[in-house]
């Protein structure tokens, strides 16, 4: 099978294109300019690589500035607040003001916790059709983010993240610059410290979008295996959280020979991470985190949302009969832009004879 690096990460072709993948070489794609890693394994060791560094974007920033003429000092501003876009010593207190308010978060005992269970009894309360991603997904991350900064930290999905993304216009690129201007303007307002801003806003940036996605892919992959069942009939796999984060880049630094190809320097390596979902050992999933010194500070975070909602979801004794679905277009994260399901009671599906693989999806993945 051929792969697409640019289709891969939303192909519904996706779970036996990663398994064919394992074991194989990386490879150079022309037309992206960089290597494609697709392979798990080579994936995990590639990310504790110390002669690979992550692409600042800082002077990428720069760049547009003098081309367009025009200040970007939102954007700047966060290049240097944001760990996933900074190495060395920088990086590290970055990362640890992030690792603090994180680390407060979870001795308050997560306030978030009981509402976030109401909103999963109230979507699924009764019969009918339910749009998952905002009118279920979205608020639980509102939530979640409120809790943990205190203020209302409601955007729009992507809104933040547009800055990572490779297909990102010029006019989008501005757009983010006002959206943090907004965050920024907001944490202040919330009378947050200034020297707080930085890991507050970072979090927001980082945390929010990676979790949606997440959510929204392991939602998608349950419901999609309980059409024509009650979701909480025992004999449909339990819900599994999926990562929405496809993939990691990195750039070399020093150049270095793996396995049989030699990476020179400054080249681009672009880490598919989405393999690591698809493994059955829940250990080895985790992965999907990430698993060198840039791995996720919300993962815990991210897992308890997870649990949670999960459990509320395995309660639901309304049967699915069709699910309706699009991705998003994004080049770093794999998210559903909405999760259109039909949810008819357990007395009407004996009834009307729900048939047990609908029609109706735009999308599938495995
Ligand atoms: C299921 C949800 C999530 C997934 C799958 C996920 C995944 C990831 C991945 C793959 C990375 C980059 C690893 C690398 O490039 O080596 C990352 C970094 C990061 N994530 Fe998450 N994440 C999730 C949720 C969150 C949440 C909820 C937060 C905050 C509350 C968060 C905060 C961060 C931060 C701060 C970094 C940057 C770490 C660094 O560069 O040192 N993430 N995450």
Redesign the pocket.
Known sequence: MTVNPLSLPTDPERAALLRDARGTAPFFDSRLKLWVVLDHEKVAEL?LDGRLA?PEVDAALATVEQRYDIGLPNLRWAAKE???V?NGAA?RR??SG?AKL?SADRKSGGAWREPVRRLVRDAFAAAGPVEAVRGLLLPIVNL??AS?TQIDVSFEPFTLTRVFDHYTSYRQLVAVEQHIADLRGRLREAGIPDESIGAHA??VI???D??L???AEGVLDFVLNCRGHRLNDTSVAPPR?F???AI?ERLVTTPFEFAGITFEKEQRIRLY?QGFSYLESETERLA????????????A???E??SVLASGLREVALTVQSVDFAYERHSIFTMPRFINLALVSAHDSDTHDAPSDPGGDSDRHG
Request: proline share 2%; aromatic share 6%.
């Open positions: 990310l992550v944001l760990p996933l900074i990086h970055a990362r992030i994180l979640a983010f943990l970072a979090l980082l945390g929010r990676s979790l996605s997440s959510l959280l990562g929405g984060v990691a991470l999907m985190f990430g698993v060198s010194e840039h791995s996720c500070l919300g993962r975070l991210a897992l949302v997870w």
